[in-house]
């Protein structure tokens, strides 16, 4: 039985001292309003909240703004319900968890000091750890996970990441990705686990209760958020209307029978591991935006999967509805849009849709159905009662705990393509090693996207472990370790006591950016490549993408490949697995091409060149 008897926190002091002006101490009979008793059983206290509120304060729940967009008083004076980093929304003076808790902690104070004091709830992208937050340790990226396929694992790093994002008061978490990826072209082929729906479903499930663990209302509890509903990952190429995006935010091909078959189980089983929170996908289907359908947004999602959170928009995905932005406004929040997050004008919206509700287009049944909502979801987990960053978890951040768990997450993630001669495992008393490619040795490309920035940066962006330091820490103190990033040797990599190791891979990117036509590594590292082939006596290669690349032509010269997919800040895991301290034991999440044209998956043109799990185990 958890503890639940009534108290007066410091800041609801604060408050009840700033409205009393003439009170003194307050007493324990103090009585209080019943939204503010723990006590009381949440339905009643989201109604007794419900009939107190003006629409302003309706719509201010409704609003999710960019934390650059606003300040602290504007959040206040606007009553805006929730705040967000998006990609790269470090505070803008000192990317530290102490700063990251102080910027939350500010808005905090600012929507406490209402006349109704109902807390925000501040958001961010941690989709492979606390990943905008220096110092964190980043994960690798879901498909990598995929290739894990362990739940206990995927649970474990939930746990890991909320902890060090409740430290700074993010509770809540815009992940996982749960998309079913079906054309590994996709710029977001890494944020999501694999290409099968059940796959997807386990590790998801998985995710979501780590990071809401051990229990809803727990202080260090993160709040998932699977992402994004529906057919994200089955789009057509060409189809996109943004920028210069192929997949990304495109139009979903299939019937709704494809629909509910691939697309859908997912989020059948995050909500019943406790889902709070929906995010809508910008990608349309029949031609119509997800954002503007009430079929899958009310009917089978709220209706028929009986989904009692509320479903967040995507970063201005309203806006793409329709030019009208009045229009796009009243078609989503009718839809079924619960609380809209407006990167840039939080007014814009809050305008748009107080006309709406005085014009009658929405309907403030509709308004107070997305509001109970959303205050559901915050009476849940506690938000009322621990609004602030837990700052005694903040020595978690980067602990050698969950950097532990990050290396065994990227040891088994390795995936073993090729091994003739069984090469690998290699012994760590091998004489001389060859080591190539800028990957080796860059933080920034082994992290790719979505990491201290929304594309992520090459570059020593964030601490951590390079895969050549975990070689070098592996190998016995008689190997000689040479590194070139060019693959240009003084030594002698083709004598018969070498190894060459290339450490090659795409650079960072993130979203419909990364959509990519020919899914070929940049040319540099073609080169490196070419170099180490001519020269090097036997060549392992250790790939770093978010996704299968077409390597068809070269395979042949290669004596062994690996694919590290996007191991995160720990690169010692690969080292563990290529010197056998761990096994090999990672499966392709993901059909591997032979050529592009057997994309998107099911278009048939022959076998693949290695098939979905697949992976060798010397
Ligand atoms: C992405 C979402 C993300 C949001 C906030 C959007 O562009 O599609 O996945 O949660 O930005 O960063
Ligand atoms: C933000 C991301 C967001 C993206 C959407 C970027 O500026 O940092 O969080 O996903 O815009 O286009």
Redesign the pocket.
């Known amino acids: 039985m958890r503890w639940r008897s009534f108290l007066l926190l410091p800041w609801m002091l604060a408050m009840l001292s700033a409205c009393g002006g003439a009170m003194t101490a307050p007493s324990p009979t103090v009585t209080i309003a019943i939204y503010r008793d723990p006590a009381v059983p949440i339905p009643a206290r989201v109604e007794d909240l419900l009939q107190r509120m003006t629409l302003a304060e309706k719509i201010g729940q409704m609003t999710l703004i960019e934390k650059n967009s606003l300040t602290a008083d504007q959040v206040r004076d606007l009553f805006i319900g929730g705040v ?1 980093s ?2 790269g929304g470090y505070p803008a003076t000192d990317n530290s968890p102490a700063a990251w808790a102080e910027m939350v902690n500010t808005f905090q104070h600012a929507a406490l000091s209402t006349r109704l004091g109902i807390p925000i709830i501040y958001g ?2 941690g989709v492979h750890g606390h990943n905008n937050l220096y110092g964190a340790v980043i994960f690798p990226h879901n498909i990598g996970l995929g290739a894990a396929n362990n739940p206990v694992l995927v649970e474990q790093i939930g746990r890991a990441t909320a902890t060090e994002m409740a430290a700074t008061g993010v509770f809540w978490n ?1 992940a996982p ?1 749960v998309m079913v990826v079906r054309d590994v072209r996709w710029g977001r082929t890494y944020e999501g686990y694999a290409e099968r729906p059940d796959h997807v479903a386990t590790l998801a499930a998985a995710f979501v209760r780590g990071l809401q663990a051990p229990d809803i209302a727990a202080p260090n509890r993160v709040i998932g ?1 699977p ?2 509903y529906l057919g994200d990952g089955g789009t057509a190429w060409g189809s996109s209307t943004t920028e210069n995006y192929q997949l990304d935010q495109g139009e979903t091909m299939g019937d709704e029978a494809i629909l509910r078959a691939v697309h859908l189980p997912p989020y059948r089983a995050t909500i019943a591991a406790g889902a709070q929170v929906i ?1 809508a996908s ?1 990608s349309s289907w029949n031609g119509q935006k997800m954002h503007a359908s009430s079929y899958w947004l009310s009917d089978v999602l709220k209706q028929e999967l009986g989904f009692s959170g509320f479903v967040v928009s ?2 201005a995905a309203i806006d793409q509805i329709d030019p009208n932005y009045d229009r796009a406004v009243i078609t989503a929040i009718n839809a079924g849009i619960d609380m809209n ?1 407006v990167p840039y004008d939080a007014r814009r919206f809050i305008n748009a849709l107080t006309r709406a509700v005085e014009a009658g287009a929405v309907s403030e049944e509709r308004i107070n159905d997305a509001v109970r909502r959303i205050l559901t979801v915050k009476f849940a987990m506690g938000l009322f009662e621990q609004p602030f960053a837990q700052t005694n978890l903040l020595p978690q951040i980067g602990s050698t705990m969950h950097r532990e768990l990050a290396r065994t997450a990227v040891a088994e993630s390795l995936v073993l393509l090729k091994n003739e001669q069984q090469l690998l495992p290699l012994t760590k008393d091998i004489r001389h090693l060859y080591i190539g490619g800028q990957a080796a040795n860059d933080l920034g490309i082994q992290a790719g996207g979505w990491t201290i920035e ?1 594309q992520g940066r090459v570059g020593s962006i964030i601490p951590g472990t390079t895969i050549l330091a975990g070689i070098q820490a592996a190998v016995s103190p008689q190997t000689v370790v040479e590194y070139n990033e060019h693959g240009r040797f003084t030594g002698d990599p083709g004598a018969a006591d070498a190894v060459c190791i290339a450490v090659v891979g795409e650079l960072p990117y993130a ?1 419909g950016r990364g959509d990519s036509a020919s899914l070929s590594l940049p040319i540099n590292e073609q080169r490196v490549l070419y170099r180490m082939e001519e020269t090097c006596a036997r060549l392992v290669v250790v790939l770093i993408a978010g996704r299968p690349l077409i390597v068809t032509d070269s395979l042949p010269r290669w004596d062994a490949l690996v694919v590290a997919w996007l191991p995160g800040s720990e690169g010692a895991g690969v080292a563990d697995v290529l010197f056998g301290d761990r096994p090999f034991r990672g499966r392709l999440p993901v059909t591997w091409p032979r050529s592009l044209d057997q994309l998107p998956l099911g278009s048939g043109n022959g076998e693949p060149l290695f098939p979905y799990g697949f992976g060798l185990t010397p």
């Open positions: 967000l998006g990609g961010a992208d815009y990705g958020t992402k994004h995010m910008y995507d970063w997050m929304w979203e």
